[in-house]
């Protein structure tokens, strides 16, 4: 061993040397050229909210459950990340889809062109459809045990937890339990929570 680093000493101090060099400039430059995940805020204002949607909820009835589905994530990962911002150009549109053009069967989209990139300067605006109303009503029958406020309230969370992990850059997966997954809604809950498979996926997807 002596002998050997005797005569590959100089050798070896050189190549830990650049390892450490190679190490450190990895780190700068993944540091500078992309800031870390979920580091930055993201502000949203309310949008347009179509006539059909004031039938059944207020604008602030509205704000509160965005608000509640924005805390779904923060609350699992100890920060903040979505704020309301009424100079915001991210908006969330609750709006009536008559457009033949745009998916009949969506019940809500993000503006999925961007949502991969942070930074905050791309618009990722959120668009609830009616077929969500739609859809609420045609399932009110299935739980007599709830109200259709509670109802109405907690598939909204859902739809919106859904979109705001979207905002974040969290994809589609198959795992039928998972907020994400692009068709499953859970059974209805009174008091909605982030199951730990999501909770793992937001912090997997932050750290
Ligand atoms: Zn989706």
């Not at 609750?94 to 033949?100: A, E, G, K, L, R």
Request: glycine share 6%.
């Amino acid at each position: 061993m002596g002998k050997w680093f005797k005569k590959h000493g100089k050798t070896f101090r050189i190549i830990t040397i650049f390892i450490w060099i190679f190490i450190i400039s990895y780190h700068i430059g993944v540091y500078i050229g992309t800031p870390p995940r979920c580091s930055e805020t993201y502000t949203y204002k309310l949008g347009k909210v179509d006539t059909i949607w004031g039938f059944y909820l207020d604008k602030e009835d509205l704000k509160t459950i965005i608000n509640n589905a924005e805390s779904n994530w923060e609350n699992a990962l100890g920060e903040n990340i979505f704020e309301y911002n009424p100079d915001s150009p991210n908006s969330i549109d609750f709006v009536i889809n008559i457009d033949s053009d745009t998916p009949r069967r969506q019940l809500a989209i993000t503006n999925h062109a961007s949502y991969n990139n942070h930074g905050g300067k791309n618009n990722y605006s959120i668009t609830v459809y009616n077929i969500s109303l739609t859809y609420i009503f045609t399932t009110i029958s299935d739980y007599p045990e709830f109200t259709t406020e509670e109802l109405l309230n907690y598939y909204l969370e859902y739809i919106l937890t859904h979109e705001f992990g979207h905002v974040i850059g969290l994809d589609h997966v198959d795992n039928e339990d998972s907020l994400m997954n692009v068709s499953n809604f859970t059974e209805p809950r009174r008091i909605f929570e982030l199951n730990e498979f999501d909770v793992n996926l937001l912090k997997q997807f932050c750290d």
